[in-house]
């Protein structure tokens, strides 16, 4: 390297070292990012003292409030994660209800710190609006009908209303289903949820689409949930997960080791039963993950305790999967690809090392 070469780096250093910069040095050209305790996002809600999450309006599994405004379901309980993780509470949450319409919008514009509202990860959100953390549900669009109309399969609905919730990924989908089989596609469309349910069950359209628990959900508010069929196709991919807004990576990755915790908490079999044990006989993966060993937590501007603290009111995602959406809610949804990777499924998060 040569003397330039050296002075140039050493003077950078100082001007970091004063900056709280991290240096990378790359084929002689400098770049810097902040560290993980200047996440900007991070000490406004630390301030604050409440995470903001955009999460649906209603959606019976994912995101429900009661007569209180307190909302349950998987993404409710993601949004508590977060909280967990940053005040060791999981009730320092706002949640702001967003139609799905207002929802990348909120994120894009900054007035929430997190989108937790089944959204489907497509390029296009990701390059426009926001950055994906991950995927805390893997879904894919099918059709519900009333039994009584006498349709099992999608391929009957050719020329039959269809409601449809605008500004989602179901209206291009079905577009592109019903012209792949030559049928002609009329979409019905409503911007909120309770109108889309109500023009479906006062049988304004012949059919709903939807991602398959969203249907599931819809089908648990309608007055007589049996009396209704989810069509055996499934016409597209839907991988749902929270969003952060662009610009502070720190923040991001905050967001994204919240999930992973669960994720790897299930694989190691950690739950908010037996958290004490491991606390307490820690193998070398979970002395990691529970922070008495490194200082993961530190380096992303919380304490080393994150992870346990998820976990412990929380729970890992096995809990909070069989608690809110699982085979022996009302949902009565399978894990399915939702299972570990270990057990045939998708769900697979890095190692906390």
């Known amino acids: 390297m040569t003397n330039s070469i050296s002075r140039r780096i050493s003077g950078h250093r100082k001007l970091t070292q004063l900056a709280g910069l991290a240096l990378v040095v790359c084929g002689g050209i400098l770049f810097s990012s902040p560290s993980y305790s200047q996440s900007a996002t991070l000490l406004e809600v630390q301030k604050r003292g409440s995470v903001k999450c955009g999460v649906n309006e209603g959606l019976k599994g994912f995101g429900l409030p009661n007569s209180l405004g ?9 949004c508590r994660a977060v909280a967990s993780a940053i005040f060791d509470d999981p009730e320092a949450v706002e949640f702001v209800p967003l139609s799905a319409k207002e929802r990348l919008e909120a ?14 990860w497509t390029m296009s959100r990701n390059i426009e609006f926001g950055e994906y953390i991950g995927v805390n549900y893997y879904d894919g669009q099918g059709f519900m009908v009333p039994k009584r109309s006498g349709i099992r399969s999608a391929l009957e609905l050719d020329n039959l209303g269809l409601c449809v919730l605008r500004d989602t990924t179901h209206t291009l989908n079905a577009a592109d289903y019903f012209a792949a089989n030559k049928m002609r596609f009329r979409p019905v469309y409503y911007d909120i949820n309770v ?15 939807g991602d398959i628990s969203g249907l599931a959900a819809t089908r648990e508010t309608l007055a007589r949930p049996d009396s209704h069929l989810i069509l ?13 807004p662009f610009g502070d990576h720190a ?11 669960m994720i790897n908490a299930e694989e190691l079999g950690i739950n908010s039963a037996n958290i004490s044990t491991f606390v307490s006989n820690p193998s070398p993966a979970a002395a990691r993950m529970l922070g008495s060993v490194g200082d993961f937590g530190e380096k992303m501007g919380v304490d080393n305790k994150w992870c346990a603290n998820i976990i412990a009111h929380i729970g890992n995602y096995a809990e909070s999967f069989e608690r809110n959406v699982g085979p022996n809610t009302s949902l009565g949804l399978a894990r399915g690809v939702n299972r570990l990777w270990t057990d045939g499924g998708l769900m697979y998060a890095p190692p906390i090392r």
Do not use: Q
């Open 70 to 78: 307190d909302y349950s379901g998987l993404d409710s309980d993601f």
């Open 107 to 120: 994120l894009k514009a900054g007035s929430i710190d997190v989108l937790t509202r089944n959204t489907t």
């Open 195 to 209: 109108e889309f349910k109500n023009a479906y069950d006062e049988g304004r359209c012949a059919a709903i689409t």
């Open 232 to 244: 055996p196709e499934v016409i597209s991919k839907e991988p749902l997960g929270p969003m952060v």
């Open 251 to 261: 923040w991001g990755n905050l967001v994204r080791w919240t999930l992973h915790c």
